[in-house]
């Protein structure tokens, strides 16, 4: 299965107006942009990260099908533990079962209030 990550703005400018079906976020000069969508050959996971100051990039988002969690405590994003080293880039970087287990483990841990959807997803796609 092929699960990816897509940016979607700088933490302090958008996080707060996060909603499950966002697709636009603040630039830092007051401009929109567009969210990184779903790339067409990822059928797992599509999880959405924020930068925030600093360039330490966070998970805020996990999406499957009509399953779309906004998290309220964003995982610090390790490219060797959630995305088999891939770094962030103008691109949806894409990766394997095992990060995004560990993704979605640490997003549970990080968000109990979010659990019951989150493990939604990881039922429906068999990750565990």
Do not use: C, W
Not at 69 to 82: E, F, G, Q, S
Not at 107 to 116: M, Q
């Amino acid at each position: 299965m092929k699960h990816s990550i897509g940016y979607m703005g700088r933490f302090e400018r958008s996080f707060a107006s996060l909603r499950p079906g966002t697709r636009e976020y603040f630039r830092e000069d007051g401009t929109v942009g567009r969210v990184d969508e779903r790339p067409a050959d990822v059928d797992g996971v599509f999880f959405g990260y924020m930068e925030r100051q600093g360039k330490t990039f966070v998970a805020v988002r996990a999406q499957h099908g009509e399953i779309d969690v906004i998290v309220k405590n964003p995982v610090v994003l390790d490219p060797a533990r959630h995305t088999d080293g891939k770094g962030f880039g103008p691109n949806p970087s894409r990766f394997g079962d095992e990060s995004a287990t560990r993704l979605l483990a640490d997003l549970i841990a990080a968000n109990p209030d979010r659990e019951r959807e989150l493990r939604q997803i990881e039922d429906r796609l068999g990750l565990h």
